[in-house]
């Protein structure tokens, strides 16, 4: 019986063990989710401040410099609310559109940048301001923290709309 016992014991003692590391393993493949969207983007702009910096910019068009600290941010950010919907609703609703923000991110920067399409871009970005809405909506039924994560994310995407329409409109 004691033997028994054990096995059982060491049994749920080795599930523990995998749900911990399945816990951990998680955040991680938010991160590269995340990663991979910024990486897309990072590709497309890449030898592209010297395009930004000659284009016909309003007044409150920030240097080319602030958007990799902001990005960075934000991205983690993003990362961190997509994780806490999954540990909270599983694939559900609010993770499908935490997805589709994340892909319609991934787009935007070739759009904008590798190929010069402001006015698809602009296009790209309304709708990805409306996913985010939408995730901000959702993730407010499951977790809090995670809507409340993609707030500043929203307003930065709202002020990124505003300047890719002022660009698109300067330079066409």
């Given at each position: 019986m004691e033997r028994k016992h054990s096995r059982v014991?060491?049994?749920?003692?080795?599930?523990?063990?995998?749900?911990?590391?399945?816990?951990?393993?998680?955040?991680?493949?938010?991160?590269?989710?995340?990663?991979?969207?910024?990486?897309i983007g990072g590709l497309a702009v890449r030898d592209s401040s010297t395009d930004y910096a000659g284009l016909e910019q309003p007044a409150w068009a920030p240097p080319a410099g602030v958007f990799g600290p902001v990005w960075t941010v934000l991205y983690a950010m993003i990362a961190v609310s997509g994780w806490l919907l999954w540990r909270r609703g599983g694939f559900g609703s609010a993770l499908w559109a935490w997805s589709t923000q994340l892909a319609l991110n991934a787009v935007w920067s070739p759009l904008f940048f590798g190929a010069g399409q402001y006015g698809l871009a602009f296009a790209d970005i309304i709708l990805l301001w409306s996913a985010i809405g939408g995730t901000v909506l959702l993730s407010s039924r499951i977790s809090r923290v995670a809507a409340i994560l993609l707030l500043p994310y929203w307003v930065w995407v709202s002020y990124a709309a505003l300047l890719n329409l002022a660009i698109w409109r300067l330079n066409a």
């Open positions: 014991h060491q049994s749920a003692g080795r599930s523990e063990a995998a749900g911990d590391r399945r816990r951990w393993w998680a955040p991680l493949g938010f991160g590269a989710a995340v990663c991979c969207a910024a990486a």
